[in-house]
């Protein structure tokens, strides 16, 4: 069975730290309490390149963080239609290295086509493992 939460966001750059509150809030803490800075950051990294690249202005974008039994995922839906790029910056860049966290620090990410406007992105966190009695 998924648990699901989804929660939608003005496009300014304090929406980006209300959305982190929200994922954090949605999941279940003692599950991911030791990826739980992982996850924020790469809901950081998303929720900004929504806010800066992907909504244009009057929209807004979308978080939406789903769980199973195996897998936690996080989208990011937004109205604009380029999809990001993982690049690969200069030392001097100031820029362009959110993909770049996103891919090391999440299991797997993507971005896909949504119904209507715009597209999503993704990135997914495997459920761990619980431990043994004897290792508690």
């Given at each position: 069975?998924?648990?699901?939460?989804?929660?939608?966001?003005?496009?300014?750059a304090?929406?980006?730290?209300?959305?982190?509150?929200?994922v954090?809030?949605?999941?279940p803490?003692?599950?991911?309490r030791?990826?739980?800075?992982?996850?924020?950051?790469?809901?950081s990294e998303?929720?900004?390149?929504?806010v800066?690249h992907g909504?244009?202005?009057?929209?807004?974008?979308?978080?939406?963080?789903?769980?199973?039994e195996?897998?936690?995922?996080?989208?990011?839906?937004?109205?604009?239609?380029s999809?990001?790029?993982l690049?690969?910056?200069a030392d001097?860049d100031?820029?362009?290295?959110g993909?770049?966290l996103?891919d090391?620090?999440a299991?797997?990410?993507?971005?896909?086509?949504?119904?209507?406007?715009?597209?999503?992105?993704?990135?997914?966190?495997k459920?761990?493992?619980?431990?043994?009695?004897?290792?508690?």
């Open positions: 069975m998924d648990d699901q939460a989804e929660l939608r966001f003005n496009r300014a304090a929406s980006v730290g209300k959305a982190r509150a929200f954090r809030a949605a999941l803490a003692a599950q991911f030791e990826r739980i800075d992982d996850i924020t950051l790469c809901v998303l929720a900004t390149n929504a800066r909504s244009p202005a009057g929209h807004l974008f979308l978080v939406r963080v789903s769980v199973n195996s897998l936690l995922r996080i989208e990011v839906h937004d109205a604009g239609e999809r990001p790029v690049r690969v910056p001097d100031l820029t362009g290295r993909l770049v996103v090391s620090l299991d797997d990410w993507g971005t896909g086509p949504r119904d209507g406007l715009g597209k999503v992105v993704w990135v997914e966190f459920v761990p493992e619980p431990a043994a009695p004897w290792d508690q």
